[in-house]
């Protein structure tokens, strides 16, 4: 099987992070990266210069933000629909080296999974762990009460988007979310919780930089459940941050797994 990995960056040196994390893997698949920068500015492309020969695809181009990007990536990605695509941003890291073989063992198991996802950690510059967040199994009701898995670690077959369509841009912000409410609520595809740390990601995505950005990804939330006839689910921007209190202060007795830096 084959796995693409999707980088979408923006003046963001720090894309050789997650670059080495990929490359550490240790599994037998086929691997393709795809980078997709939106025109940077700063010595984010030295950078990639450095990986040339390991970047499968270099795509420079200014672009509409970070859901165009990945888009286009995912465009450019090859193989069959069993195959696997996974989006990550460029200072984000993969939680340990094994990563991609436990999620595409995974997948070799029941040709019928159509997406799996784990468990997140928010770890600062120093390396230290300020939130963790424990995905848990999948269950459609949970979806009710703000539940979603951390979009970051969501592992997806080919086959999806080519069913259900990529990322909505009229949601600038929370992209993302529309994306896992439509696959996990309204089309039903079968997902596999793995009970492990799948990414390490920077505190401070794209629907949470400030209070601004949060109250807005709650807006388009609304707007994504009344666009998709999800009239349940009208609470769910709502409990969604709700739920993240329960996220902090929980790392204390967890001891993060490493990743090359």
């Not at 740390?197 to 920077?202: C, I, R």
């Amino acid at each position: 099987m084959k796995i693409s990995v999707v980088i979408p960056v923006f003046n963001d040196v720090r894309i050789g992070r997650v670059l080495e994390s990929i490359l550490s893997q240790q599994h037998e698949h086929e691997l393709e990266i795809i980078v997709v920068d939106a025109g940077s500015t700063d010595g984010t492309l030295a950078v990639l210069e450095a990986y040339q020969d390991r970047i499968t695809v270099l795509i420079s181009e200014p672009d509409e933000g970070i859901f165009h990007g990945i888009n286009k990536g995912i465009d450019r990605t090859t193989g069959s629909s069993r195959d696997v695509v996974h989006f990550i941003s460029a200072d984000d890291q993969y939680g340990d080296q094994s990563v991609i073989r436990a999620v595409m063992d995974v997948f070799q198991s029941d040709e019928d999974v159509d997406a799996c996802y784990g468990d997140q950690i928010y770890m600062n510059e120093a390396g230290k762990t300020v939130r963790y967040w424990k995905a848990g199994d999948y269950r459609r009701a949970k979806v009710r009460f703000g539940w979603l898995p951390p979009h970051m670690t969501f592992f997806v077959r080919k086959r999806v988007y080519e069913h259900h369509g990529m990322f909505d841009l009229r949601y600038p912000v929370a992209a993302d979310q529309d994306f896992m409410l439509r696959l996990l609520y309204k089309h039903r595809i079968k997902v596999k919780y793995l009970r492990r740390v799948l990414v390490n990601m920077a505190p401070g995505g794209n629907s949470n930089k400030n209070i601004v950005r949060i109250l807005k990804a709650n807006l388009e939330v609304a707007r994504i459940c009344w666009n998709n006839g999800l009239l349940g689910l009208l609470l769910f921007p709502v409990l969604k941050p709700a739920r993240k209190v329960f996220q902090l202060g929980r790392p204390s007795d967890t001891t993060p797994p490493t990743t090359p830096s």
